[in-house]
Structures are given as structure tokens and as C-alpha cells.
């Protein structure tokens, strides 16, 4: 049996293209289409499956998080594919190295075996790709207000310039595996697991998802109009060779905090008023 998981609101609600192709491949078997809400225990639902049951995952990267949160560091043991179907695939962009074409199938069951592990507020989150502080989450924030509007295509570019032009600078504390390390006008200070965020943001060209460590990004010190310049370098990776604005820094386990309360985003959700988070890699629990 191949189970098709399908989140009627990835892709701004705009899915059945992709609902249909993932049937259509799996046609010629028995195949079942369920909606990840109708499943109140995620980890059951794999635990329970019978050998040669594969799993289809049809999302994006908010799909995906979701899913390896309700998982709690539980990796099934069958086949778990992730399929292209959202608005945002920094997951899958840092997996094939470029930018990749709708429709396009990985299986993941290797890469949610070693996820960083963050605490905010008393409370434990997994994350794939990033937990950024600062610039980007309010970036994200915004993202949700415009949704929750009705607002379906969200340009990330266009909204984090018209962040920038409003955002406050924080001066942030950062320890890496206990080394602390102080910078001021602080604009990101983000925990990197893959290379990238913000649908395409080549942040951190240095990260390998298959390392134990974390790459931990801040953008520091730049004045609104110089940040306006640096952005668009982002997508390509350039932005580092601005040495004096940026640091990259590899860790197994990070604090970061800030002076003032400021958004957090993880994989695109987002916590609002945060202060202080800490992260750790470490390895989950595969079944046998």
C-alpha cells in the first residue's frame, strides 16, 4: 500500500494538480489518499504500517516540519517520500543543489534521522533547514498576517525589503559550543541545518546537511541601504565575502540572545517576543 499524505493547505490551498499526478505514478498498485489532519497520531500511523508500505508526503517545507515535529524524533522504518507541493521547498532546493521542478520525489527517511533540536520559552522544537532570529522572522510574521487576509502568493524579496525599511536592530549575545561571541545592530542571527531560507536564500553556502554540525549565520552592523545591496547576493551565496557583516560560525550546540524581544521563525513558523533560544544537533531515534 502507498499512502498519499496530503496538506489541502500547502501551496496556498492549491494542490490538486499535484494530488493527481502523485496518484496517477501510483496507479497501478493499491494506494490510499489521506489528509495528514485526519491523523491523530503520527507516529502510530508509521509504527503501524505492514512491510512494503511506502509513504508519500505532498508538501512544502511548513508540511514537512510539521510532520517531523509530531514525530518526535521517530523515523519510520518504511519508505517515507517527500513530494514537491508547496509554496516553500528550501529543503529540497539544498538537497538537489538548485532550484528544483515541480513534481519532483526524495526519499527522506535519512535525512530526519539527525535534526537540531531547539528550545524557546521552555518548549522543544525540530527543525530542517533553519531557526532564524531577528530580520527574517519578522519577515515570516508578516508572511502570516498576509495569509491569514487571503493573500495567497507571498513574494519573500519583496516582503523582506519592505521589512528592512521599518526593521530595529537588536545587539545579540551568541554562544557556539560555549564560546560566547557579541555583535551589535544585529539584523539575523540564524542556526543553519541546510544551506538555505526564505524560498531560495542561499544563506549559509558552508552547510552540509549530512554533518553534525550547525552553521550559525549574523549579519551585523549594516546600515538599511547597505543590507538593500547585500540582499539580492544572498540567493547566489556572494553575501560572504563580505567579511565585516557577515559571520558563519560551526557548532554543535548554540545559544543565541537578544537585548530586545524579536520574532523567531522555524522552517517559516513562526514564535512571536522571544528573547533567547538554544539549539543542539543530535541524532533520533530509527527504527530497526
Excluded at 515535529?69 to 518504511?78: A, E, H, R, S, T
Excluded at 525589503?161 to 545592530?185: C, F, Q
Amino acid at each position: 500500500m502507498v499512502y498519499i499524505l496530503y496538506n489541502p493547505l500547502s501551496n496556498a490551498g492549491d494542490n490538486d494538480k499535484q494530488v493527481a499526478k502523485a496518484m496517477e505514478k501510483y496507479s497501478a498498485g493499491p494506494n490510499k489518499l489521506v489528509t495528514v489532519t485526519e491523523i491523530k497520531d503520527k507516529r502510530a500511523f508509521f509504527e503501524n504500517q505492514l512491510p512494503g508500505d511506502e509513504t508519500v508526503l505532498l508538501g512544502g517545507d511548513g508540511t514537512l516540519n510539521r510532520l517531523v515535529n509530531d514525530l518526535d524524533g521517530y523515523v519510520p522504518k518504511n519508505k517515507l517520500w517527500l513530494y514537491k507541493a508547496g509554496t516553500g521547498n528550501d529543503f529540497m532546493n539544498d538537497i538537489f543543489g538548485h532550484k528544483v521542478p515541480d513534481e519532483t520525489f526524495v526519499q527522506i527517511n535519512k535525512y530526519i534521522e539527525e535534526l537540531p533540536r531547539v528550545t524557546i520559552n521552555d518548549k522543544t522544537y525540530r527543525f530542517l533547514n533553519n531557526c532564524s532570529f531577528g530580520w527574517d522572522g519578522k519577515v515570516c510574521a508578516i508572511g502570516e498576517e498576509l495569509k491569514a487576509k487571503g493573500k495567497s502568493k507571498i513574494n519573500y524579496l519583496t516582503l523582506a525589503v519592505r521589512v528592512v525599511l521599518g526593521y530595529k536592530t537588536n545587539n545579540a549575545r551568541v554562544w557556539v559550543d560555549g564560546v560566547e561571541y557579541k555583535y551589535k545592530n544585529v539584523w539575523i542571527a540564524t542556526s543553519m541545518n541546510g544551506r538555505y531560507f526564505g524560498g531560495g536564500m542561499k544563506v549559509a553556502p558552508m552547510q552540509e546537511r549530512d554533518s553534525d554540525l550547525m552553521t550559525v549565520v549574523v549579519l551585523h552592523n549594516l546600515s538599511r541601504w547597505k543590507i538593500l545591496t547585500i540582499l539580492p547576493k544572498v540567493f547566489d551565496g556572494s553575501h560572504v565575502k563580505y567579511k565585516q557583516y557577515f559571520v558563519a560560525i560551526k557548532g554543535k550546540e548554540v545559544e543565541v540572545e537578544y537585548d530586545m524581544p524579536q520574532d523567531v521563525q522555524i522552517d517559516g513558523e513562526v514564535i512571536r517576543g522571544v528573547t533567547r533560544y538554544s539549539a543542539v544537533k543530535e541524532t533520533a531515534k530509527v527504527t530497526e
